[in-house]
C-alpha cells in the first residue's frame, strides 16, 4: 500500500514539501483551513478581521517589502526571473513575492493535493506507528477522522503574539496592538508611537512609521538597540519600558517619554501554539530559539519519527531553508535517510542546544553562522538536496549588514548577485527609492522600474541618504 502523508499547512513550508513529494508514489493529502494558498504570504483587505471562528493568520501589512533580497531566498530549480520572464530589482513588496510564491507551485501542478478551507482539529498517533488526524470542513462545519502513515506539520510560527504585561498598561487610554495586527502604517501618520521589541518587526514597522509620516517613533528595547544612524529625532531608542502612567512612558534607565504616547505596538514576537496536536506531540517552546526541542535536525520528532515539524526555528534564513528541510523529510520517507535510535537523536539534539546556549543573546552575526552550519549539516544528510553555493549566501548576507549599517532606509534600494548563477540579476532603472516608493500591488511595483542595461535608482525628491550624509 502506498504511504499516506498529511501535512498541515499549505503555506511555504507546505508548498515546498508538496513539491518534494509530488513526484514519489505516495498519498498526499494537504489540510488548509484558508481559501487559498500561501499561508503568511497571503494577505488582502479581508486578512484583518476574521468572518469565521478561524484566527486570522496573516502578519503582513501593507506596502511590506521584503527585508532580504530575493537573490538569497528564490528557489534554485525556479528563480524569480523565470517567473517573471524578465530581471526584476532585489526587494519586493510582498503581492510581488506572493505570486512568485504561487507560480512555484502552479508548475509543479500541487492544488490538486490540497483541501482547503478544512481545519485540522486533532492529531494523535495509533499503533503500529500511524496517526488519526481529526479535521472539520470548513464550509459544511462536518468532522471525520483520517488515518495517515506521516503527519508533517508546517502550519507556520506566527499566528499567537507574544505580548508581554507592563505595569499601567490596563489603564493606558490610546491604542494598544500586537505586530501580527499592524495592517496600516497611514494610520499612524502624525501620532507618537512606542515600539516595544527590537528586532526584524521593530526595525520594519519603525520604518514603514517613518515613511508614512509618524511624528516620533521610539523603540523600546530589552538587551541592546537596533543601533542604526536613524536620520533625525523622530526615531530614537531607548531601554525596556517599565511603566506607563496615563500616557507617559516610564524606561528602565530612569528616562520618560517626550510626548504622550498615542499608540504602542508590541513587537515581540509570538509562542508556538499547536492546540490541535495531542500533548506528548505538541511543540512547547519559544519561537527565539534556533534548536527547538525533541526535533532531530530540527524537524523530526524523535520519540514518533513519523512526525515532522517544517520551519520552527527563529528565521535568518527562510525559503532556502524549507526547501533543504523538505528535502531531508522526503529522504527520511523515502528511506534514503536511515534515523538513528532514538537515544543517538536525542544527544544530536542536545548538542545543538548546547551549541545555542553558548551564543550571545541578540547577535545576529553568530545566530547566523550558527544556521549555516545548521543548513551545511543539513545538504550533508540529503540523498539529494537542492543545488546551491552556501558561500554565495554567506557573501550575500554579509553584503545586506554592511549596507544596513551604512544606512538602513537605503539598503532596500542595492541589488545582488543569484546565488544560483552568482551574477548580478537586475539589469535597469528603479525610478523610486524604497523611502518614495508606496506601490503595494504588483502591477504599481513593475510601473516603477524599467528595463535596460545599468542599475540605477532615480528619485524625483530626495532620499533619506542625503538627508544622513
Known amino acids: 500500500m502506498r504511504k499516506r502523508i498529511a501535512i498541515i499547512g499549505a503555506g511555504p513550508c507546505g508548498l515546498f514539501q508538496l513539491i518534494a513529494l509530488k513526484n514519489d508514489d505516495l498519498d498526499l493529502i494537504c489540510f488548509e483551513r484558508q481559501s487559498e494558498w500561501g499561508g503568511m504570504w497571503l ?17 503582513m501589512y501593507k506596502q511590506l517589502w521584503s527585508n532580504g533580497p530575493k537573490e538569497l531566498v528564490e528557489c534554485v530549480d525556479y528563480t524569480f526571473d523565470e517567473h517573471f520572464g524578465h530581471s526584476t530589482p532585489s526587494y519586493q513588496p510582498r503581492s510581488v513575492v506572493y505570486d512568485y510564491l504561487v507560480g512555484r507551485a502552479e508548475r509543479n501542478d500541487i ?4 483541501r482547503f478551507q478544512t481545519a485540522v482539529r486533532h492529531v494523535n498517533n495509533e499503533e503500529g506507528n500511524k ?27 506566527y499566528a499567537t503574539p507574544n505580548i508581554p504585561q507592563f505595569e499601567g498598561m490596563s489603564q493606558f487610554s490610546g491604542h494598544v496592538l500586537h505586530s501580527k495586527y499592524f495592517h496600516d502604517a497611514s494610520q499612524f501618520v502624525h501620532q507618537h508611537v512606542l515600539i516595544i521589541g527590537s528586532s526584524y518587526s521593530a526595525e520594519d514597522i519603525a520604518l514603514q512609521l517613518y515613511k508614512f509620516g509618524a511624528s516620533t517613533i521610539t523603540i523600546s528595547y530589552r538587551t541592546k538597540p537596533l543601533g542604526y544612524k536613524w536620520p533625525d529625532e523622530r526615531i530614537k531608542e531607548v531601554p525596556l519600558l517599565i511603566r506607563f502612567q496615563d500616557r507617559i512612558a516610564y524606561f528602565r534607565d530612569g528616562t520618560k517619554s517626550d510626548h504622550e504616547i498615542d499608540s504602542v505596538i508590541f513587537c515581540t514576537g509570538y509562542i508556538h501554539d499547536y492546540p490541535f496536536m495531542a500533548e506528548h506531540l505538541r511543540l512547547d517552546c519559544q519561537t527565539k530559539v534556533l534548536s527547538p526541542p525533541n526535533l532531530y535536525k530540527g524537524i523530526i520528532w524523535s520519540k514518533h519519527p513519523n512526525l515532522a515539524y517544517l520551519g520552527m526555528q527563529s528565521l535568518v534564513f527562510q525559503f532556502t531553508m524549507f526547501d533543504i528541510q523538505a528535502s531531508f523529510v522526503r529522504d527520511v520517507i523515502l528511506g534514503h535517510v536511515t534515523l538513528p535510535d532514538v537515544e543517538i537523536m536525542d544527544q544530536d539534539i542536545e548538542q545543538w542546544k548546547e551549541k545555542e546556549k553558548k551564543l550571545e543573546y541578540g547577535n545576529g552575526k553568530s545566530e547566523f ?20 553555493d552556501i558561500n554565495r549566501v554567506i557573501l550575500g548576507v554579509e553584503e545586506l549588514v554592511k549596507h544596513k549599517i551604512e544606512n538602513v ?7 545582488f548577485a543569484s546565488i544560483v548563477t552568482g551574477k548580478k540579476e537586475f539589469h535597469g532603472n528603479i525610478h523610486k527609492s524604497w523611502l518614495n516608493n508606496f506601490a503595494d500591488a504588483k502591477e504599481e511595483f ?7 542595461n545599468d542599475n540605477t535608482v532615480d528619485d524625483e525628491e530626495p532620499a533619506i541618504k542625503d538627508v544622513i550624509q
Do not use: W
Open 369 to 388: 553562522y550558527y544556521q549555516i552550519n545548521y543548513m551545511q549539516d543539513l545538504l550533508t544528510q540529503c540523498h539529494s538536496p537542492p543545488q546551491f
Open 111 to 114: 492544488r490538486k493535493y490540497i
Open 131 to 157: 496517526f488519526r488526524v481529526t479535521v472539520e470542513d470548513l464550509k459544511t462545519k462536518t468532522r471525520e477522522d483520517l488515518i495517515f502513515d506521516y503527519v508533517i506539520v508546517a502550519p507556520g510560527r
Open 43 to 59: 494577505y488582502t483587505e479581508e486578512s484583518k478581521t476574521s468572518t469565521s471562528e478561524e484566527p486570522v493568520h496573516t502578519s
Open 446 to 452: 513593475f510601473s516603477t522600474i524599467t528595463l535596460g
Open 409 to 415: 532606509f537605503t539598503y532596500r534600494d542595492h541589488t
